[in-house]
């Protein structure tokens, strides 16, 4: 798993443990290169760059003008040709002028040209709501991302996973997506130092429970631990499933966490309609782990609108810790 | 004492009465004013998210505005509060939005990015870069097949012409000689990038030969200029002659947004544009010709503070939305 688990870790925050991470990719690798809008002297919109042009200079470290079609086409045509480029959205929002590229040409090339080539391409795309910046700046897109073939689609929810997951995504020789929540670029978490991986389709538990699965994604995996820990209070154990990777999904965790519950939530930010929880739901449906079931699968997700400006309303919008307790709950104890 | 024979006067002298030139300096502060407002709330926690302050380029919105009707059109941008004032709005209801009340222009929904007046013909600003380049054209294609004689004006920055949108935009707007003025208020900086590294060609009037339109490139901070491009530019719009291109060069004096440490340019830049103050420029020229006497200025002045005062304090008291109301207005008719 951890190839440098035996390096001591320190604390560092999720921004930090990116930046870390395209530092030891820049250093090792020549043909790795950053493209984004104000990725340069101003460190990123939301600091995650910060000083790397200093030690790697502007061809290396590339403020693009802003135009973000063009921009990740750039990146797409060179990670054809011999480049590693990791290109910064300045919020996941800006991806949707970028789609075509994305779609139509990273995600497709190698196949449409029956594997004659590959596009190892990382796009990174600070996501979510919470800071108050309304329906533009705030969307969760992930889903998006993940319906299409060619594409593989991560979301850690850990200043380790955030580094492990970029490091893998480096090494993989297809287009790998990084959504990252704005609001997780502060937190702190023990980071190893210099080169490890996460692999890319492995989710992680990180509670053990028996009586319900929670299958979480990004922040809300945060959420979840926090609501488990009330649940337990009251004699609920959850088992709690950071999904890490949303394309391609760890089945088997999934499947054999709801073989051993035999209860199912599914949270996550995204608005909740023809989300990530239905395509996890329908897994478990198809599934012989449906034969577990001892209550309806159960859905927590975004509402059905664009994220509103007021503060009281963008909390009202997604899923948080109360919402979370009532859900568990109620299923737990059948009063659906 | 300024020369005022008659070669010597300024356009906006002879093409304007006093009364409407006192107005535009009027709106002029009150832009001013209600930046300072709204930077103030900004730091006293009354406002949510970001925004981005448009001191410094009063005269661009004031000026490409005043030879419109409420009939006319603009499209704004994420540094729309000039444009929105100049355009007519009510300075309560923007407080109001940005304190996210029910009685803000987009009823706490939208916040700074977001504010709209339709019905003053502000079709609002964008969170995207460039969002709002086709939305004008289509504005002035209605305009054109309903022959309802309205120009609309296109309000966007130095970073949004690098979009794709914009060549889209342009084109258009050029092949069907649409009624529409496009108005890049070019103030040196896409956030980080200035224009010497973003955009190949010098001005960004220079762009107009690619779609065979006028094209203009004034001084942005002086009203009278900008005032005379744009009302040749609306002339030929009303006439059936299609678009124009103004480049109106201007400049920021507060950082992107919040969150800018300003590390991409120099006090001394900043120093020497401050020292352009568009404000004192127009009462000097008001006061040469007459318009205003001793007083006026600092009268009309307290006027636009004393309303900024009432502005915040109405929406202070304004009721915030019902957190049941939170998927209201998704659709036009809401499914059952
Ligand atoms: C499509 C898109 N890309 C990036 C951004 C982030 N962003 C907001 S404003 C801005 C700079 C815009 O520069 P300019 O058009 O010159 O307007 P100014 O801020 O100078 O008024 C950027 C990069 C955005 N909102 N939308
Ligand atoms: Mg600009």
């Known amino acids: ?19 870390e991470a395209m530092d030891v990719a820049l250093a090792s690798d020549e043909r790795v290169i950053l493209m984004g809008e104000d990725i340069g002297v101003y460190g990123g919109a939301f600091q995650v760059t910060g000083d790397l042009i200093d030690t790697y200079g502007p061809d290396r470290v590339i403020d693009t003008p802003i135009s973000e079609l063009g921009g990740a086409g750039v990146a797409v045509g060179a990670a054809l040709t011999g480049l590693r480029p990791i290109f910064e959205f300045q919020f996941s929002d800006f991806a949707t002028l970028a789609m075509e590229q994305i779609v139509n040409q990273a995600a497709k090339v190698r196949y449409m040209l029956g594997g004659a080539v590959s596009v190892p391409v990382v796009m990174r795309f600070p996501a979510g709501s919470g800071t108050g910046a309304a329906a533009q700046h705030s969307q969760s897109l992930e889903a998006w991302f993940a319906h299409v073939p060619g594409l593989k689609v991560v979301q850690p929810s850990t200043p380790h996973d955030a580094k492990g997951l970029l490091l893998a995504a480096l090494e993989d020789p297809d287009p790998v997506m990084i959504f990252e929540h704005k609001l997780l670029y502060k937190m702190r978490g023990a980071v190893p130092e210099g080169h490890y991986t996460v692999p890319i389709g492995k989710a992680e538990i990180r509670r053990e429970g028996v009586d319900v699965s929670i299958v979480a994604t990004s922040i809300m995996v945060h959420k979840v631990l926090e609501a488990a820990e009330m649940l337990a209070g009251e004699g609920i154990e959850a088992e709690v499933i950071d999904l890490r990777t949303v394309r391609p999904l760890d089945r ?26 239905a395509e996890i739901s329908a897994m478990v449906a198809e599934s012989d782990a449906f034969d577990y079931l001892d209550a309806p699968i ?3 997700g975004g509402a059905e609108c664009p994220i509103p400006y007021n503060p009281e309303l963008e909390k009202a919008a997604v899923p948080q810790v109360e919402d979370i307790i009532e859900a568990v709950r109620a299923q737990v104890k059948g009063r659906l | 004492m300024a020369d005022t024979s008659p070669d010597n006067i300024p356009f906006a002298i002879s093409a304007y009465t006093p009364e409407r030139l006192r107005g535009a300096l009027r709106q002029m502060y009150l832009i001013r004013k209600f930046e300072e407002g709204a930077e103030d709330s900004y730091t006293r926690g009354l406002i949510h998210g970001t925004m981005h302050l448009s001191i410094g380029q009063e005269a661009s919105a004031v000026g490409a505005c005043i030879g419109l009707s409420e009939t006319d059109k603009i499209t704004s941008t994420h540094r729309g509060h000039g444009h929105s004032i100049a355009k007519g709005a009510d300075v309560g209801r923007m407080f109001a939005e940005f304190f996210g009340k029910e009685t803000g222009y987009c009823k706490g929904r939208g916040g700074s990015m977001h504010i709209a007046d339709v019905g003053k013909g502000n079709l609002g600003a964008n969170g995207i870069v460039g969002g709002g380049l086709p939305i004008a054209v289509g504005a002035a294609l209605s305009a054109k097949r309903l022959e309802t004689g309205a120009v609309t004006v296109c309000f966007f920055g130095d970073g949004a012409n690098n979009e794709g949108a914009f060549h889209e935009a342009l084109n258009m707007a050029a092949i069907w000689k649409l009624p529409v003025i496009f108005l890049c208020e070019n103030n ?39 005032s005379e491009a744009s009302e040749a530019a609306i002339a030929r719009a009303r006439a059936g002659e299609g678009p124009s291109l103004i480049e109106a060069v201007t400049y920021r004096w507060r950082g992107h947004s919040k969150s800018d440490r300003n590390r991409y340019r120099s006090k001394e830049e900043i120093a020497e ?10 009462v000097q020229m008001l006061s040469d010709h007459g318009i205003i006497g001793a007083g006026d200025a600092a009268r009309i002045e307290a006027e636009a503070e004393a309303e900024i005062v009432q502005g915040i304090a109405f929406a202070k008291e304004s009721p915030a939305p019902a957190l049941s109301d939170v998927t209201r207005d998704v659709y036009t008719k809401p499914a059952a």
Not at chain 1, 1 to 19: P, Q, T
Not at chain 2, 273 to 282: G, K, V
């Open chain 2, 188 to 226: 040196k900086y896409g956030m980080s990038m200035s224009t010497d590294r973003s955009t190949a060609v010098a001005s960004i009037a220079d762009r107009a030969v690619a779609y065979a339109m006028a094209g203009a490139s004034v001084d942005g901070n002086d009203f009278s200029a900008v």
């Open chain 1, 252 to 277: 088997e965790t999934v499947l054999a966490s709801v073989r051993k519950t035999s209860r199912l939530v599914c949270v996550y930010e995204a608005v909740k309609t023809l989300g990530i929880g």
């Open chain 2, 273 to 282: 544009w401050m020292a352009c103050d568009p404000i004192p420029r127009m």
């Open chain 1, 298 to 300: 159960v859905r927590l």
């Open chain 1, 1 to 19: 798993m951890n190839v440098a688990a035996d390096i001591e870790a320190r604390e560092l925050s999720y921004a930090e443990a990116i930046r």
